[in-house]
């Protein structure tokens, strides 16, 4: 998938447990790294997470910087997890 700055985009997670069931942990939190800014951190309840279903999570992102960006989940508390993705948004044809 191509990226550009200004694309908006959205990140998902799935959490699962041993048995691949998908399972809710107590706390879920994603951090955003953009290039050249300090990663930022939200937790589920704050308004910019969405809880899709059980064990399933997104966040919506506008891409406002060219660069390597890094989204991480993480769970804690009834089921601890953590995966990431890594984003490389490109200046666009400005």
Do not use: C
């Amino acid at each position: 998938m191509l990226l550009d700055v200004d694309d908006r985009i959205r990140v998902s997670a799935r959490f699962a447990n041993s048995a691949d069931a998908v399972t809710d942990p107590t706390t879920v939190t994603v951090t955003v790294a953009a290039p050249n800014v300090d990663p930022v951190t939200y937790t589920h309840g704050g308004g910019v997470t969405v809880k899709d279903g059980t064990g399933l999570y997104h966040i919506d992102l506008t891409l406002n910087h060219a660069g390597l960006w890094w989204v991480t989940w993480e769970g804690t508390g009834a089921l601890t997890a953590s995966g990431n993705k890594n984003l490389q948004v490109n200046a666009g044809a400005g």
